[in-house]
């Protein structure tokens, strides 16, 4: 099946280093960040999940949790976790999936349906790289998908998250390069006499359809 912005993330049941989940129930009232591996013991993966476990607190403020999904058994993330923290500095503090038989990459829409479980390399799995960030409702709100050979920048997503809630909250848009606490866009749905109401302080407008407030609070 195919992801699309907007849509229900599909719920699974799945093995984890933290137990058995069902996905939405284990979502509750939080965002999520759901990211996933093309295999166990690669290079360029080590370095991003300890990076995650370093920002948790980052997302653990903004009511965020975050999950990873490598296409291999439970039991040899086990095995990695302790790399990562040996070589990262940063004991893996969220759970890892174990998908082996690749169905909640099938799931995802981030291999081919017909690829098989068992025995694979990396490069077999290539396309799952993705990132799916998921709002409370349990719809897919954004998604990042990146090669094997590019670390993804999750600064970045934390600042895509950041923008996902102040819309979500606020119903504001952020333009180009936008960092939290800079100006933010009223969206053209919002007329001026609607835009003076909620914005009592005033805007800016450059254009009609290109209206600049600061960032509510």
């Known amino acids: 099946m195919s992801i699309r912005l907007g849509e229900e993330a599909p719920d699974f049941t799945a093995e984890t280093t933290e137990g058995t989940i069902r996905f939405h129930e284990w979502i509750g009232d939080h965002w999520v960040i759901l990211f996933s591996h093309p295999k166990d013991f690669t290079p360029v993966c080590t370095t991003e999940l ?45 759970p890892l999936i174990g998908d082996p038989d690749l169905s909640a990459a099938k799931l995802y829409d981030m291999i081919h349906p017909n690829a098989s479980g068992g025995p694979r390399t990396a490069a077999d799995n290539a396309t799952v790289r993705s990132v799916f960030l998921i709002g409370p409702d349990k719809k897919v709100k954004a998604m990042l998908v990146y090669p094997m050979s590019a670390g993804r920048n999750f600064d970045e997503v934390l600042r895509l998250l950041d923008s996902l809630q102040l819309n979500a909250k606020y119903t504001v848009a952020t333009p180009v390069n936008w960092k939290p606490g800079e100006d933010v866009i009223i969206p053209t749905s919002v007329s001026n006499d609607d835009a003076m109401r909620k914005y009592p302080q005033g805007f800016k407008t450059v254009k009609p359809y290109l209206r600049y407030v600061a960032q509510p609070r």
């Open 50 to 94: 300890g990076y995650m476990a370093g920002l948790k607190p980052e997302f653990d403020k903004r009511n965020t949790k975050i999950i990873g999904l490598s296409v291999d058994p439970v039991s040899d993330h086990q095995k990695w976790v302790k790399d990562i923290e040996e070589t990262q500095g940063h004991k893996i503090n969220y």
